[in-house]
């Protein structure tokens, strides 16, 4: 299944970024400061059930700030997540698809302004499905750990993506994003799926990591691209949610391991404690450190640039306007 487009979108938008595009920020980190009541197992996904038009107000929110990628309110949407809430098979697939709706709604509709303006500084943005892990679907911090226990495998979590997988792509946004994947066993079930499915559309896999050297589950980073290296179908490798203080290195360390494109978007550095579901006080990075730092980390080689947890649209739109003066 899967729509014919190839890698050729996502490097395409990358050329006309200059060499590095930009991503949107904090997705849920926006919809709280909009009101939003999200300390819920299905986190800002429930906004598709309750305030959709907050979805799409804090999409163009991150376009108006400069972001070329825009990634769907889906992280935490899940079948079985709906299904817990006493959502219908068909009340959750329509959500799903609904995630990707409104981001190509909100980027259709800031196109359409902006588009058509002499010398705008915008580019058509492409929308990616964002495919949380396992680990944010049992919401108990175990995506940052990589540890879900000895009954689940292979086959456990691949059951658990297929539909979700499926139902997003049948949705037709441009871009795949896996992400927060603490470990192998998870990065092969994705890379599986996405031939046994003969998915079409680029996609990214990225990593958490929690000690800026490893995967969440302590595994390396080298044994963990050694499937994604084989695939095709993987288009660009990252790291979200980690602390920016570890980008740099980690940047390098990719650029060692693969030659993918290599995709970042990292938190604010504050630390989230997933069992308690709070954020813990940390040395955090500020729009101006993000400004500062950007250009270094693409001059090291990230071709994708944003921000995760904590993060918002002044995050992005610094990202954006130093990425954009020293191209």
């Known amino acids: 299944m899967g729509f014919e487009k190839g890698a050729s979108l996502l490097e395409d938008l990358i050329e006309k970024a200059g060499g590095c595009a930009v991503m949107d920020g904090g997705f849920a980190t926006q919809l709280e400061s909009h009101g939003a009541f999200i300390n819920d197992p299905l986190w800002s996904a429930l906004c598709l059930i309750k305030d959709p038009h907050l979805i799409k107000q804090v999409h163009l929110e991150y376009l108006e700030a400069g972001a070329d990628i825009l990634v769907t309110s889906s992280y935490q949407a899940t079948i079985p997540g709906f299904l817990s809430r006493g959502l219908s098979l068909e009340e959750g697939e329509s959500l799903l698809k609904k995630s990707v709706k409104l981001a190509v709604e909100a980027r259709d509709k800031f196109w359409d302004g902006v588009g058509c303006v002499p010398g705008n500084s915008y580019n058509r943005a492409l929308v990616a499905a964002s495919i949380g892990s396992y680990g944010a679907y049992l919401a108990d911090g175990s995506e940052y750990s ?74 390396s980073f080298k044994e963990c691209f050694e499937i994604l290296n084989k695939s095709k179908k993987v288009n660009a490798v990252g790291i979200n949610c980690a602390s920016p203080h570890f980008i740099e290195s980690l940047v390098c360390k990719f650029k060692e391991l693969t030659t993918k494109a290599i995709v970042v978007y990292p938190n604010s550095g504050a630390i989230w404690d997933g069992r308690a579901k709070k954020w813990l006080p940390s040395m955090c990075f500020g729009d101006e450190e993000f400004e500062l730092f950007a250009p270094r980390w693409r001059n090291q080689g990230a071709k994708v640039i944003g921000g995760c947890c904590r993060t918002t649209p002044s995050t992005i739109r610094a990202i954006s306007k130093a990425l954009k003066e020293t191209t």
Do not use: M
């Open 146 to 219: 990589g540890c879900y226990g000895p009954g689940v495998n292979l086959d456990k979590l691949k059951d658990f993506h297929r539909r979700r997988l499926q139902v997003i792509v049948e949705a037709g946004p441009d871009l795949l994003a896996f992400e927060t994947i603490p470990n192998k066993l998870e990065a092969q079930a994705c890379v599986e799926l996405l031939e046994e499915e003969n998915i079409q559309i680029p996609s990214w896999i990225c990593f958490g990591s929690v000690d800026g050297e490893n995967a969440p589950s302590g595994e």
